[in-house]
C-alpha cells in the first residue's frame, strides 16, 4: 500500500528523527511512503506532494498541537477528502503509531 505522511514540524513534535521512525515503521509493515522532508528532492517540490498525495491509497496524519493550523495539512486532507483517500490520524508513542480519534 503506497502511503502519504501529512504533519506539521512549527510545534517542534515533529522531527526529522521522528520522520525516520515513521517511515522505517511503515516499511517494515510492508508498505511505501512517501514523507515530504525525507523523500522529496524534486525541484517543483509543491506539485511532486500533491503528485504523490493524489497516488496514494491512504494518507496518515501525525496528530500534534498545530497540525490543524498548518495551511500545507489541511491543503492536503481536502486533497485526501475531494480523491476519496482515507485518512488515518495518528500519534507516536514509544516508537509505536496509534491510530487516534481527529474531530
Known sequence: MKLFVSYTMRDGQVTPSVL????????????????DYLNNDSEKKQERVICELETSDR????????????????????CA???????????????????QEYA
Do not use: A
Not at 494518507?59 to 495539512?73: A, E, G
Open 20 to 35: 525516520r521512525v515513521v517511515e522505517q515503521i511503515l516499511k517494515k509493515e510492508g508498505h511505501t511512503v512517501f514523507i
Open 59 to 78: 494518507v496518515i496524519l501525525l496528530i500534534t498541537p498545530l497540525v490543524r493550523q498548518s495551511q500545507w495539512v489541511v491543503k492536503e486532507l481536502e
Open 81 to 99: 477528502r475531494k480523491n476519496n483517500i482515507r485518512v488515518v490520524p495518528c500519534i507516536l508513542i514509544n516508537n509505536n503509531l496509534i491510530e
